[in-house]
């Protein structure tokens, strides 16, 4: 049996381990902090310096033209029910900044291709149909590249008027004059877009 100085210095040992693992080491203290950072959940960490937000998926895009925008264009090519057939192109330019938002997004001047979709020219049959034409745009060239659009389509029909003299126009066969519609070259006209485009 240990004698009473015996157990006083086992006890005494216990203690003296005791404190030394409870002590943080003092080389440690730098290491505890990182590890501290570490553990932290995403919303108390600083944000990154780089990155894109997320909120920024949200703005409107500085290069999208909106369903409805008009587009007023100036004919470069002469079109008439007379002579035009479905499915012809013509060419035209912008004639008007067009701007979303304060910020022009495509230039006065800016090259424009249209389409023929109907065309008809007047007859000299009994009912005396007067000619039409039905055209819409479908691209602009934006720097380099054509950019395709969809727009509301224009129709336009010839006009009916009686001739000042019966007797002459029943002699040529013909009593009535403006049976079709013709666009001259220069002529302005406005179309809108059917849907939402991206100029990029």
Do not use: W
Not at 124 to 140: K, T, W
């Amino acid at each position: 049996m240990p004698s009473p100085a015996g157990r006083l210095a086992m006890v005494l040992l216990m203690l003296s381990l005791t404190c030394a693992c409870g002590r943080p080491s003092s080389d440690s203290g730098g290491n505890a902090s990182n590890s501290a950072d570490s553990q932290k959940l995403p919303f108390d960490r600083q944000p990154r310096s780089t990155g894109i937000s997320p909120s920024q998926a949200l703005v409107p895009s500085a290069t999208k033209l909106p369903e409805g925008t008009p587009i007023p264009i100036r004919l470069k090519s002469a079109l008439s029910s007379a002579s035009v057939h479905a499915g012809e192109g013509f060419s035209a330019t912008v004639d008007e900044p067009v701007v979303i938002d304060g910020q022009t997004l495509i230039d006065r001047g800016t090259p424009a291709t249209g389409r023929v979709l109907e065309a008809k020219p007047s007859t000299n049959s009994p009912g005396r149909a007067p000619g039409y034409l039905r055209i819409v745009l479908v691209s602009l060239k934006i720097g380099d590249r054509p950019v395709m659009i969809e727009t509301s389509s224009i129709f336009a029909k010839g006009g009916i008027r009686e001739d000042r003299h019966p007797a002459i126009g029943a002699a040529s066969g013909d009593s009535r004059k403006d049976r079709d519609i013709a666009f001259g070259i220069d002529r302005r006209l406005t179309f809108r877009l059917a849907q939402t485009v991206d100029l990029q």
